[in-house]
C-alpha cells in the first residue's frame, strides 16, 4: 500500500525476507513501528528505492499472501 503522498509504501514480508531487505537496503526498507513491524510489516521509501529490491520486495510479498491465503481455505 502506499500512503497519501505516494512517497512511502509498505509490504508484508517474513521477519526473515524483512531483516534481510533492511540489511541489504538500509535506505530503502526498514521495519513499521512496534509489533507491526515485528510481524514483518515493512516500510520502503520511495524516493530513495531501487527500483529491483522494491520489485523483489513486492513479489515476495504477494507470494507470501498467496501462500499464506491457500493454507487458509485448506
Known amino acids: 500500500s502506499l500512503t497519501e ?9 517474513t521477519p526473515g525476507q524483512q531483516a534481510e531487505f533492511v540489511r541489504d537496503y538500509p535506505a530503502t526498507f526498514e521495519p513499521a513501528a512496534g509489533a507491526w513491524g515485528r510481524q514483518g510489516w515493512t516500510m520502503v521509501n520511495l524516493k530513495a528505492a531501487e527500483v529491483e529490491a522494491v ?15 491457500a493454507k487458509m481455505r485448506r
Open 5 to 13: 503522498d505516494q512517497r512511502r509504501g509498505t509490504v508484508k514480508l
Open 55 to 69: 520489485g523483489d520486495a513486492t513479489t515476495l510479498a504477494r507470494k507470501n499472501a498467496t501462500t499464506k491465503g
